[in-house]
């Protein structure tokens, strides 16, 4: 077959051709099973070649609630949708019995962002929440696909001069994130598909999420009431 007719089959609407509907279904099927497959795939070599790592960002988590320490979240794009979605399995438990911990979304606050992007740069909109808000013994986590995001590398920066125990999620080869001395754990996504990248993310904060409130199960009194004493 010459490389002209296979571009043909490929893509028959570019000459011309309609696409035999019998064929495109059997097609679209067969792109559902093996994106579902590589999705499953992706996630159970990460959390395989992972598990400890996660294991110690969860124990790094509880201890910033057991100091009555917050969580701050930031990320870009579908990765601040990410930020919010951690944010908010913290804020709101959906199981019964736990209680609500504090965790603060950075990508929230447009007016913020964009006064901050428009005024000084948009290298500065999560640093300049950092700097004003957290404190020793709290925690940011940034969320990333490349792990270069300047504004998350700017914010961890100033995090761990600060004393915030800084986490990163990436993916790739976790990029400057994952190189970052700023950077206290970064768990990365060894995939180069961004699909599988935040799909393998969600399950990851997911999991963080269930394993820090099981580490803290012995205080759920406590927090319930308000922090530390």
């Known amino acids: 077959m010459s490389e002209q007719q296979a571009l043909q089959d490929l893509y028959p609407f ?68 990410d930020a919010a979605h951690i944010a908010v399995e913290f804020l709101h438990p959906v199981t019964t019995g736990r209680p609500a911990l504090t965790a603060v979304n950075l990508s929230a606050d447009t007016a913020m962002l964009t006064a901050v992007g ?58 400057k994130m994952a190189r970052s001395a700023d950077v206290d754990h970064c768990l990365v996504v060894p995939s180069n598909s961004i699909h599988r990248i935040q799909e393998t993310q969600v399950a990851i904060y997911h999991i963080l999420w269930d394993l820090t409130h099981t580490l803290l199960a012995d205080e759920r009194g406590r927090l319930a009431k308000g922090g530390a004493t």
């Open 14 to 81: 570019l000459h011309g051709v309609k696409q035999d509907a019998d064929k495109l279904h059997l097609a679209l099927l067969e792109s559902v099973r093996q994106k579902a497959l590589d999705s499953v795939n992706t996630k159970r070599r990460f959390f395989e070649d992972n598990g400890d790592a996660v294991v110690a960002v969860a124990h790094a988590m509880a201890d910033i609630y057991r100091r009555d320490g917050r969580l701050f979240s930031m990320g870009n794009g579908g990765s601040s949708c």
């Open 118 to 175: 428009n005024d000084v740069g948009f290298a500065h909109v999560f640093v300049r929440q950092v700097i004003a808000q957290a404190r020793r013994g709290d925690g940011l986590i940034g969320i990333s696909t490349s792990g270069n995001s300047e504004n998350l590398l700017a914010a961890f920066r100033a995090a761990k001069e600060m004393g915030v125990v800084t986490i990163g999620l990436s993916g790739d080869d976790g990029g």
